[in-house]
């Protein structure tokens, strides 16, 4: 499970999944899943919700899946939080 927006750690990402994996991004803001989504090629499946980090019990359902292998998770604020008019 992974949140949607990290930059680098998306080329480390693809070389530990195969096709077999499935990568989950979750995110509060759905802006941010809207910009995140075509950002993302994995070699594997990938499904975004609009969730908090604390629901990922409740994601990991929606999916089928009981637990997870690895999470990255980004914490912070984002750019486009502060220079985007939809936050103003």
């Known amino acids: 499970m992974i949140a949607p927006r990290p930059r680098r750690p998306r080329r ?3 070389s530990l999944l ?3 994996g499935l990568i989950i991004g979750i995110d509060v803001d759905p802006n941010n899943l809207e910009f995140a989504a075509p950002a993302w090629q994995p070699p594997c499946p990938i499904r975004f919700f609009h969730a908090n980090f604390a629901e990922m019990q409740e994601v990991l359902q929606q999916v ?3 637990r997870v292998d690895m999470i990255l998770a980004d914490l912070g604020l984002s750019t486009n939080q502060f220079f985007d008019s939809r936050y103003a």
Request: glycine content about 22%; hydrophobic content about 10%.
């Open 12 to 14: 480390a990402t693809r």
């Open 18 to 20: 195969g096709p077999t």
């Open 64 to 66: 089928g899946r009981p």
